[in-house]
T-cell receptor, first 113, second 113 residues
Framework: DTAVSQTPKYLVTQMGNDKSIKCEQN?????MYWYKQDSKKFLKIMFS???????INETVPNRFSPKSPDKAHLNLHINSLELGDSAVYFC????????????FGPGTRLTVT | GNSVTQMEGPVTLSEEAFLTINCTYT??????LFWYVQYPGEGLQLLLK?????DKGSNKGFEATYRKETTSFHLEKGSVQVSDSAVYFC????????????FGTGTRLLVSP
């Protein structure tokens, strides 16, 4: 009965590689988000999709490309990984509207060596 | 710009002590305010929220009051438990437009028996 799930939970890879993180929600929400949490625990939004349409795109390098095949899924693909990409990436979902809570996934810890 | 400032941590308390974690915000207009909690190894969970001035959010013994005059949303609990040890994030979200959460830097709380 997991609400927001992410895979993988841990990802260790070398610089220059390309990797993907997947997110799925079974809450019936229409909006999904990717957040990045750095080593100092600072959390910042990266992207948001509503009904498969990109609605928030913060200043993120072009190497990061989100894809939403349907309302329940939002994947994050990262090309040419750099050391500075090491972080915990959180997926979240909600209904679109001012009163709706965002539900977060457990996070994916990405380590680039 | 819009931002949230939290007190630096860690905050170290003994069980049953009184807790205050300060949070102030800078924003145009009147955002909604939130406290999220992150337990070790987990994603964020909404702890409480307030959507307008003078609203008090409360949950699990935690409280915070939306103070427009001081642009603050301090988190308080009368008697902390060891199980409250976690990282606490203050956040704001606009009541119009897209649902972007802006987080503070987080405050780690350590409660000892």
């Amino acid at each position: 009965d997991t609400a927001v799930s992410q895979t993988p939970k841990y990802l260790v890879t070398q610089m220059g590689n390309d990797k993907s993180i997947k997110c799925e929600q079974n809450l019936g929400h229409d909006t999904m988000y990717w957040y990045k949490q750095d080593s100092k625990k600072f959390l910042k939004i990266m992207f948001s999709y509503n009904n498969k349409e990109l609605i928030i795109n913060e200043t993120v390098p072009n190497r990061f490309s989100p894809k939403s095949p349907d309302k329940a899924h939002l994947n994050l693909h990262i090309n040419s990984l750099e050391l500075g990409d090491s972080a915990v990436y959180f997926c979240a979902s909600s209904l679109l509207g001012t009163d709706y809570e965002q539900y977060f996934g457990p996070g994916t810890r990405l380590t680039v060596t | 710009g819009n931002s949230v400032t939290q007190m630096e941590g860690p905050v170290t308390l003994s069980e049953e002590a009184f807790l205050t974690i300060n949070c102030t915000y800078t924003a145009t207009g009147y955002p909604s305010l939130f406290w999220y909690v992150q337990y070790p190894g987990e994603g964020l969970q909404l702890l409480l929220k307030a959507t307008k001035a003078d609203d008090k959010g409360s949950n699990k013994g935690f409280e915070a009051t939306y103070r427009k005059e001081t642009t603050s949303f301090h988190l308080e609990k009368g008697s902390v438990q060891v199980s409250d040890s976690a990282v606490y994030f203050c956040a704001l979200k606009w009541n119009t437009g897209f649902q972007k959460l802006v987080f503070g830097t987080g405050t780690r709380l350590l409660v000892s028996p």
